[in-house]
């Protein structure tokens, strides 16, 4: 069994209470490691490191390109890890091994990537007149708080690390209290990338202490967070308080649309796609099907038939299409919010229940589920459920699908599904949301703003845009001599 501890400092600490948390398989209940389950105490301690070694300049006042070195050692020793790091994120997350592969890949791409900036202009310079010219350049913000959810583990910290690093910040990472394994890894790895002391320290804990404290804290200048919309907005109220900078990426509950014009088999193959991958646990899982109401019936038919068919398992096994939730707690809020969609008269197509046969017994597996017959305002098309829950609505014209599409207080994702691509792209366009696709889903590229409109979240990571969040953009305006101004004639 792991031990697993917090790395401050340069040193791997346990907390400063002594106190353990259990980390669970999820696909079978068995214990896979013991965690220091840090409190407010071990956040302030990483913070107070944070500050002093941003403050001394060790890695703030580095050329890019150095800094751009170590990336590149990250990603090769992740390169060289990454069968064992899949692995652990598999057993610990329950997802699939070929998706926890991925996200590795991934992980590896986002390091390279924000390394491979040092090739890019650095700033801009604008010519106000003949020897006056005003310079954009961008500094480190300082300290950062970077906090994660437990659905992409590795690869959702490796999207605030790679960016916050390489702008020249120090930081603090809290993975979430679930899945803490693979972010351990990765501080082995900064260790042995020789990344500075005290540049990168990790926290563990529950987020109403550790997290809290990474936000309260005067000594943070920026707070990065990925996870549900409900604790992003404690977050952005408690970070007002001293107008600290935030970064949000939220919840949703993105629509697919799906014309008539389609080729049913493809279609029905990408919307199972785009709700079931994780288990429905993306931020961007696409949970709710808008179908044209000529093909509706047929559409749901094959759809339930193809759904039936998912097969369920250990992420480990080569044959396993779909994983168990990642907790007993999260499995437990599924589950409530299919009993609330019965009760709000939507019909049960597929699915609905928790499987506990056959070797999934001590697991927190629950089956492909799919409502029809739903209403605008029921719970379960308006709330972010996070797991196999798909949501099906009708529609009878683009407007309408629109209409329906925007009806959420969300705005992470949404995709058209239309071999009409002149009417695909208008209806795209409408779609009010930051991350959309066209007769595709779930392909997400580094170089390209990620974030949501509406309350699935506020700034946008990846590209440059990722980088700007890590950074406070300066302008300084340069006159190559100092004349007399004449303003004031006495
Ligand atoms: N938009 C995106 O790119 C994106 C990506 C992945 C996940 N998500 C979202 O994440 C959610 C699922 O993840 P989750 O259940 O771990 O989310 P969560 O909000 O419960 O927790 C996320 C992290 O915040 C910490 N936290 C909790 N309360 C806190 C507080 N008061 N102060 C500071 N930190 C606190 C948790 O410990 C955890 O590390 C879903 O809503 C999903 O859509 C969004
Ligand atoms: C950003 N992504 C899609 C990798 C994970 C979201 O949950």
Redesign the pocket.
Known sequence: MMELNMFIDGEWITSTSGEKREVINPANGELIAVAAEGAAEDAKYAISVARKTFDSGIWSTLPFKTRAKYLHNIANLLEENAEEIAMLETLNNGKMLLAAKTDVQNAIECFRYYASLITQPEGEIFNVGDSVQTIVIREPIGVCSL??????PLL?ASWQIAPALVAGNTFIL????ITPVTAVKLFEIFEKAGVPTGVANLVMG???TV??E??DSNLVDKVA?????E?GQ??MRVAAENTKKISL????KSPTIVFADNDLEIAVDNALFNIFLNSGQV?TAASRLLIEDSIHDQFVERLVERAKKIVIGHGNKATSEMGPLVSEAHMQKVLRYIEIGKQEGAILACGGNRIIDNGFENGFFVEPTIFTNTRPDMRIVQE?I?GPVLVIQKFKDEEEAITLANDTVFG?GGAVFCKDLEKAMRVVKKIKAGITWVNCYHVATIQAP?G?YKQ??IGRGLGIFGLDEFSEIKQINVSYKAHPVGWFSN
């Open positions: 906090i994660v959810p437990w659905n992409f959702m809290k993975p979430s209290e529950p987020g109403s997290g809290s990474m936000v967070f990925i996870g549900g919309t604790t404690n977050i990426e939220l919840g949703g931020c972010e996070f992470l990620w949501g699935s979240g």
